[in-house]
């Protein structure tokens, strides 16, 4: 009976573990549960980048809030959300996604070990440039542009994301 009782407790632990594992939010669940990431939503969905983005990865995002994309020029965001600019806007936000899991701690070790800078390659295959300014991480882009990382460490199954207060743009 003692046995039976404990191989009962077993399976119901790891039953619980199970259901708790794979209720972990990925990545663009975490994005779409954040009012501040509405406009980053809309752009992955309209660049098709749902599904990638909900693979394995893992992949750390650096994500930009609603406020970061109202910094670029009017019109950019509508202009970028139309289907026949899908590659474009694809490209940009691929510029915000690195293959790997980075948090907090490996970009500052990686800036470290850089003596000051730590050039990353994106997913669309071009460098994003992070190093400390005033103790807080900034991203340099291709084109001079900066953003800094505002909130680390939003852990999802996926990956991580780092929210940023600009959005980076690739050459």
Do not use: C, R
Request: proline content about 3%; aromatic content about 4%; hydrophobic content about 50%.
């Amino acid at each position: 009976m003692k046995k039976l009782l404990q191989s009962a407790i077993v399976a119901v632990v790891v039953l619980l573990s199970n259901v708790a594992y794979s209720q972990e939010k990925d990545i663009v669940d975490i994005a779409v549960g954040s009012e501040a990431h509405s406009t980053l939503v809309a752009a992955v969905k309209a660049a098709g980048l749902v599904e990638t983005l909900k693979s394995a990865g893992p992949f750390t995002v650096f994500a930009p809030v609603n406020e970061a994309f109202s910094k670029l020029p009017a019109g950019t965001v509508d202009f970028l959300l139309k289907p026949e600019n899908k590659a474009a806007l694809a490209k940009i936000l691929t510029y915000h996604v690195v293959a790997g899991n980075l948090d907090a701690k490996a970009v500052i070790a990686a800036i470290k070990e850089g003596k000051g800078k730590a050039v990353l390659t994106t997913v669309s295959g071009n460098k994003l440039t992070a190093t400390i300014d005033n103790g807080k991480v900034k991203l340099t882009d291709e084109k001079g542009g900066a953003a800094f990382v505002t909130v680390t460490d939003l852990k999802g199954s996926n990956g991580i994301i780092h929210v940023i207060d600009t959005v980076v743009l690739p050459k």
